[in-house]
DNA sequence: AAAAGGGCTATTGTCGACAATAGCCCTTTT
DNA sequence: AAAAGGGCTATTGTCGACAATAGCCCTTTT
């Protein structure tokens, strides 16, 4: 009796999908930066309990995304200067480490990876979609990171991520000169195919300092 | 009315005070690694809630001392030559920025305080106490974070320093010869003192690979 | 004897209720 | 009018109970 296999039933523990709708939700400012949470009406809205929303906030806590005042409520995080500036130069230092790692020791099949991520950037940078190219960015730093074998970095790498999505969504950063994009990222990736751990990280470092200077100069903060 | 001050009561939440206790156990190596813990002998032997007691393994979670298996159980993790590994190359990329952000623009009160955290290791290592020295040793390198002045880089060091503190202990890997911990000191502190910052960052990055290489070789792991 | 199945137990997951606190607002005092 | 004080309200902090689940162990089937 041969059939189409049945989608697989998400079964995820409750305080996961609160912590995925409400990350979000801030990430793409329905609920703006500054803004004042209440356990009890995310729980009522979610029709969740609010030890599981609780769970789920101290979560977001962790990442960065929201702050918590003992006894007076949860706010959604404001990003200062200064923020977006450590935000840039850790990620610039965590980046030099993955891009250094995979240059001297990723397997073919990362290194593919990465190859494959940077052609997504370049094709959404010949279609001009912003929002795409933001992603496809995204992606082959994601890429390169990934092909480190190095978990740790990883999960930092997704916390220090979370907190640049919110900062480029709410500022509508995205400076998108496709060309420029481009010209960016190649060398880093030339770096790494031809296994100069050295110059990738080097070159990694540096992109980040240039485009956290950029965005910080580029856009006022409060 | 003059009089000594009365000491300030510790006036702390019940969650960060069951996550000290248990941190502390866990970094003393009372809790072994590998032990399970579960959420009701915790809180009957503190005299707290589940909530409470489950609020701090969270926490410990994100630090990364005890991993959660859904349904099942908390275990204190065991840390592999992988994850010895990840720990100091991450240390690495952590301090080099540290070290060449404090080297480029710290304040002199800051530089005092990473000269007087190396005057304790130098004091400490002429007691050729093992455990003082190594209390000095995570000192300087905690005050050449701290002098960065950059939260979330001092953030990140604090996770990855309780991830250090439970290998060490648990494997007494206090590796003790005085002199060289100097030798290998001294150069970072005189980079940051004559303001090289790429000088000090590099030798930052060095000192780690070469202290975490020497522990993965060193000590056999499960 | 081996395999399959089902129930049991230990444990976390989720819930709603009450306690403690911060900070506003109103009243009282000076 | 300004300052001090006290109560009120909104909110998080903490609690104990019940629900859901994983994985062991015993029974049954082959």
């Known amino acids: 009796m041969d059939r189409a296999k049945l989608p697989k039933i998400e079964k995820m523990p409750a305080d996961v999908r609160a912590l995925g709708v409400l990350r979000g939700r801030i990430i793409d400012g329905s609920i703006p930066a500054g803004s004042r949470l209440t356990e009890v009406q995310i729980s009522d809205e979610m029709g969740l309990s609010r030890a599981t929303v609780r769970t789920a906030l101290h ?9 918590l ?19 840039y130069t850790l990620r610039g230092a965590v980046e030099r480490l993955a891009a250094s790692l995979t240059a001297a020791s990723a397997e073919p099949a990362q290194m593919a990876e990465v190859q494959q991520a940077f052609d997504a950037l370049e094709i959404a940078c010949e279609r001009k979609n912003p929002n ?20 740790r970095l990883r999960a930092q790498y997704g916390l ?21 994009i481009l010209d960016q990222h190649r060398p880093i990736l030339e770096a ?11 070159l990694s470092e540096d992109h980040n300092l240039r ?5 910080t100069v580029s856009v006022p903060l409060a």
Chains 1, 2 share one sequence.
């Not at 795409?132 to 978990?151: C, L, M, R, T, Y």
């Not at 790494?192 to 080097?202: K, P």
Request: charged share 25%; no cysteine; proline share 1%.
């Open 59 to 67: 979560q977001l806590a962790q990442e960065g995304l929201v702050s």
């Open 69 to 87: 005042v003992p006894y007076t409520g949860w706010t959604v995080v404001k990003l200062s200067r200064q923020d977006i500036w450590e935000l």
């Open 132 to 151: 795409e190219i933001a992603e496809a960015d995204f992606g082959f730093h994601k890429a390169v990171v990934d092909a480190s074998g190095h978990s």
């Open 160 to 180: 220090i991520e979370h907190q640049i999505r919110v900062y480029i969504r709410s500022s509508d950063a995205l400076i998108a000169d496709s060309k420029e």
């Open 192 to 202: 790494i195919l031809s296994r100069n751990s050295t110059l990738a990280g080097e």
């Open 211 to 215: 485009e956290g200077q950029k965005l």
